[in-house]
């Protein structure tokens, strides 16, 4: 049971926009960054969005991060074959001494 | 460029303990710290904790306290992750990861199996 809660699944065809939730607590989203890693199938994951809506160089930009309250969104307009991963949404967590927390991931299909 | 680059694949039995290494270049090793995350076949990143390679500072998420020791050879560059007391569930592949409050280069991780 992870800390952060994300959809497991979601889809897109190419071109379309795709949102992906992540819903916290205070402890967590509520009173942190948020940051978002992309995970290809077989490698290790990729920093995609740092600090709520950050891009770091060599990210799209048609990848982009919100944050609203305890909760925060990854958006991914014209989406693309290769866009096809697992995302991961992450915070720190102020309740538990000091904890990097992350959610379950989502996996995205370009159908 | 920074790299980080792990040890290789390894095979234990339950009860043993396993060292990880994590070989830092292309950057200063002592000036960001080293996060250590594993992921089980399948499954999602679960956070095991950070190490100061400066200081030698640790915190561990409390699911690993008194099984996890993050440690490093500043003269190498290197940080290592040791568990002990293994168990089937701990059959994942472990990653470092540089910390500049986020996870900006991860390693290419290692496969440690447990089995009898």
């Known amino acids: 049971q992870s800390v952060l809660t994300q959809p497991p699944s979601a889809s897109g065809t190419p071109g379309q926009r795709v949102t992906i939730s992540c819903s916290g607590s205070?402890?967590?989203?509520?009173?942190?960054?948020v940051y978002w890693y992309q995970q290809l199938p077989g490698t290790a994951p990729k920093l995609l969005i740092y600090?709520?809506?950050q891009r770091p160089s060599g990210v799209p930009d048609r990848f982009s991060g919100s944050k609203s309250g305890t909760s925060a969104s990854l958006a991914i307009s014209g989406l693309r074959s290769e866009d096809e991963a697992d995302y991961y949404c992450?915070?720190?967590?102020?309740?538990?001494?000091?904890?990097?927390?992350f959610g379950g991931g989502t996996k995205l299909t370009v159908l | 460029q920074v790299q980080l680059v792990q040890s290789g694949a390894e095979v234990k039995k339950p009860g043993a303990s396993v060292k990880v290494s994590c070989k830092a270049s292309g950057y200063t090793f002592t000036s960001y710290d080293i996060n250590w995350v594993r992921q089980a076949t399948g499954q999602g990143l679960e956070w095991m904790g950070w190490m100061n390679p400066n200081s030698g500072n640790t915190g561990y998420a409390q699911k690993f306290q008194g099984r996890v020791t993050m440690t490093r050879n500043t003269s190498i560059s290197t940080a290592y992750m040791e568990l002990s007391s293994l168990r089937s569930e701990d059959t994942a592949v472990y990653y470092c990861?540089?910390?500049?409050?986020?996870?900006?280069?991860w390693g290419q991780g290692t496969l440690v199996t447990v089995s009898s």
């Open positions: 990861a540089r910390d500049f409050g986020d996870l900006d280069y």
């Open positions: 992450a915070a720190w967590d102020d309740s538990l001494s000091g904890a990097r927390v």
């Open positions: 600090r709520n809506n």
């Open positions: 205070s402890s967590n989203i509520g009173s942190n960054y």
